[in-house]
């Protein structure tokens, strides 16, 4: 019902998603056992966090995690109490590439990195590219290194767009987008999203925007 009313014309986007929300927090009171719930609860810890609820949305995503444990969204939001909870922290992810090359950030240490999740049907996340790309050129690998993690679930599109746009840095890819290992690792729940880690492989900013990346970059790296 909530996708079909949001494609109607003249549609009041924020007052249906917060009908939506209600609607799924009221299933989640009345069924709590229900396997649906799992998802309900996961996708409510989401909006707590989109608003800056951070408590709440870790309250959420642990109740997840204890309710439905054997769960794909348990692993999901495992790994976003992990992401939530990860500045200071080491940032360790390891996978393999579009074209099969194995890839750990944990190789990275010694240079400040940027991780980054993104999809090719993900437009910002394409802008995001561009805007990394000047930073990436700008200081060399040496001095400021990334990872994409490329979380579209058709990977013959992914590999067109990368042959027809090649990028200087790995894109490490799993089956499954949103549902893959690689999102579940971090509790990637939208995209884009970006890491940002230190010369000893610590996140800075577990959420860093492109608009802040350049500011960021100047206290890790430095001027060229």
């Known amino acids: 019902r909530y996708s079909a009313a949001m494609q109607q014309p003249g549609v009041d986007g924020e007052q249906l998603q917060r009908r939506w929300f209600e609607d799924l927090a009221s299933f989640v009171e009345r069924f709590p056992k229900a396997p649906e719930a799992a998802e309900a609860m996961l996708q409510l810890g989401f909006r707590d966090e989109f608003e800056n609820r951070e408590a709440e949305a870790v309250e959420r995503y642990r109740a997840v995690v204890a309710a439905f444990p054997d769960t794909s969204q348990a692993r999901k939001a495992a790994g976003a109490v992990r992401r939530r909870e990860s500045v200071g922290k080491p940032f360790l992810l390891s996978g393999t590439t579009v074209d099969g090359r194995a890839v750990s950030t944990e190789s990275l240490r010694g240079t400040p990195f940027l991780v980054h999740y993104w999809s090719t049907d993900c437009e910002p996340c394409k802008v995001d590219l561009a805007r990394i790309r000047e930073r990436h050129d700008r200081y060399g690998r040496k001095k400021f290194a990334v990872v994409g993690v490329a979380l579209d679930g058709d990977k013959s599109r992914l590999t067109d767009y990368l042959s027809s746009k ?59």
């Open 166 to 224: 090649p990028l200087p840095w790995p894109q490490m890819h799993e089956p499954g987008g949103l549902d893959s290992r690689l999102a579940e690792e971090f509790g990637v729940l939208a995209l884009p999203t970006m890491f940002l880690m230190d010369a000893d492989g610590m996140v800075v900013d577990r959420n860093v925007a492109i608009t802040d990346l350049e500011k960021r970059l100047e206290a890790l790296v430095g001027g060229k």
